[in-house]
C-alpha cells in the first residue's frame, strides 16, 4: 500500500527505513523523500513510526544506564 503517491514510497519501505534506524518523519524523508512535496502522508509516516520503530528515549537511557551499572560492578 502506498503511503506517498508523490513519491510512489509503500509502508513497507517505510517501514524498512524504520527497521534501518530512522525514528522521525524527517529521517524518513531523507531516506525517501516521502512527505517532502504536499505532504498528506507525514501523518500516516508518523502512525508507522509510532508502532515500536524505535525505542523511547528514556528506555534507552534506562539501557545505557543499566549497561554502566554492570560495568561499573565488573570492575570492582
Do not use: W
Not at 14 to 27: F, L, S, W, Y
Not at 52 to 67: I, K, M, N, S
Amino acid at each position: 500500500m502506498y503511503v506517498c503517491s508523490c513519491f510512489g514510497v509503500t509502508e513497507a519501505q517505510v517501514q524498512q527505513h524504520a527497521d534501518d534506524g530512522a525514528c522521525t518523519p524527517r529521517q524518513i524523508a531523507s531516506a525517501c523523500k516521502a512527505g517532502t512535496d504536499c505532504g498528506s502522508c507525514v501523518r500516516r509516516i508518523q502512525a508507522i513510526l509510532g508502532r515500536g520503530a524505535c525505542p523511547r528515549r528514556e528506555t534507552a537511557d534506562q539501557v545505557r544506564a543499566l549497561a554502566q551499572l554492570t560495568d561499573l560492578d565488573e570492575a570492582a
